[in-house]
T-cell receptor
């Protein structure tokens, strides 16, 4: 089956620093990748839709200057949390859609803790 | 506004019980409904349903879609402690865009 990886799986950073999270589709090409955020005991909240070669589409309320998304190739999208604050601490999950299909395959997630 | 509602929000059962999880939706341009299981990490794909009345089955799990009632159920028979997880229902209302997720049903199976 389709495999999506995320790196790092866990990161702790200091307030004010930036953190980059990578999402890769390992055995398929993904024209579209999605970034979600999940708070404890809550469902996934879509942050943005990332299309290869074009600007990401952000959901209402998500600051595009704070959460920078780059989808440089058909197998890689990155999310950079800039000037992180403790309230940005969360579980960030990416998913990738097989170009011709509907299924979304999720990465294992990245646990971000900002101290 | 597209909406996906799951019920119950949480459930505690004993090993061996059968459970039924519900998902209802109100979306425009429905394409498919998907079920995911989420344990400690990211969700894993269970089923994708596009046609009404056709049951999809995988081991002790099965699911069916009712487009007339705008709903789906996920059944788990002979539950085991390893079935404890959050079960997420998501609807694809416009291919190429993100899925609309329900809040999930948190299932706890006790020995």
């Amino acid at each position: 089956g389709a495999v999506v990886s995320q790196h790092p799986s866990r990161v702790i950073c200091k307030s004010g620093t930036s953190v980059k999270i990578e999402c890769r589709s390992l055995d398929f090409q993904a024209t579209t990748m999605f970034w979600y955020r999940q708070f404890p005991k809550q469902s996934l909240m879509l942050m943005a839709t990332s299309n290869e070669g074009s600007k990401a589409t952000y959901e209402q309320g998500v600051e595009k200057d704070k959460f920078l998304i780059n989808h440089a190739s058909l197998t890689l999208s990155t999310l950079t949390v800039t000037s992180a604050h403790p309230e940005d601490s969360s579980f960030y999950i990416c998913s990738a859609r097989v170009a011709a299909g509907v299924e979304q395959y999720f990465g294992p997630g990245t646990r971000l803790t900002v101290t | 506004e597209d909406k996906v509602v799951q019920s119950p929000l949480s459930l505690v059962v004993h090993e061996g019980d059968t459970v039924t999880l519900n998902c209802s939706y109100e979306v425009t341009n429905f394409r498919s409904l998907l079920w995911y299981k989420q344990e400690k990490k990211a969700p894993t794909f269970l089923f994708m349903l596009t046609s009404s009345g056709i049951e999809k089955k995988s081991g002790r799990l099965s699911s069916i879609l009712d487009k007339k009632e705008l709903s789906s159920i996920l059944n788990i028979t002979a539950t085991q402690t390893g079935d404890s997880a959050i079960y997420l229902c998501a609807v694809d209302a416009n291919s190429g865009y993100a899925l609309n997720f329900g809040k999930g049903t948190s299932l706890l199976v006790t020995p």
